[in-house]
């Protein structure tokens, strides 16, 4: 059994109508025509939560909002296949026959969602040294490239 969920902010003003003279009524009025609205089309009313919305405030401050929110679910239809239903479908569809004897291929299939490893192995981790002159070098970099020759210099003085 699946269910489809619906989120719709909840009513901040009350629906008027000429029976309902408090505000009470008015709100509850209002609640009853959106639940109502929702059932008609196919919606089962779950829950109100209040989440946290981070917002811009200016611009570079962020605040928390606070909002109150309806949870609404409908079932879906078994019938109705998921995206990875039919990706695994179309998958045994296209994959080829292995003739007799074939061995199939072992290796891991790369996948668009897998993390790609930007690290090389201690193997093949070597000391390239400086990086080329085009590259240029930081601020930090050339000043303490500075101070290490500098500091070279004085040592191979004689002190007098």
Not at 104 to 124: F, K, N, Q, W, Y
Request: proline share 8%.
């Amino acid at each position: 059994m699946r269910f489809e969920y619906k989120i719709v902010p909840a009513p901040t003003k009350s629906l008027k109508n000429k029976g309902l003279k408090s505000s009470e009524d008015r709100f509850a009025y209002t609640l009853e025509e959106l639940l109502n609205g929702m059932a008609a089309e196919g919606w089962e009313y779950q829950r109100a939560e209040t989440l946290p919305s981070l917002e811009r405030a200016g611009l570079t401050s962020t605040t928390t909002e606070w909002r109150n929110v309806l949870v609404f679910r409908k079932m879906v239809a078994e019938s109705a296949a998921t995206p990875s239903d039919r990706q695994l479908t179309a998958t045994a569809q296209t994959t080829p026959e292995l003739p007799a004897g074939a061995a199939a291929v072992t290796e891991p299939a790369l996948r668009a969602d897998a993390p790609a490893s930007i690290v090389p192995d201690d193997e093949e981790t070597e000391d390239h040294g400086k990086p080329p002159a085009f590259l240029g070098t930081s601020a930090a970099d050339e000043a303490n490239e500075r101070s290490a020759t500098d500091a070279d210099e004085n040592t191979d003085k004689p002190k007098t």
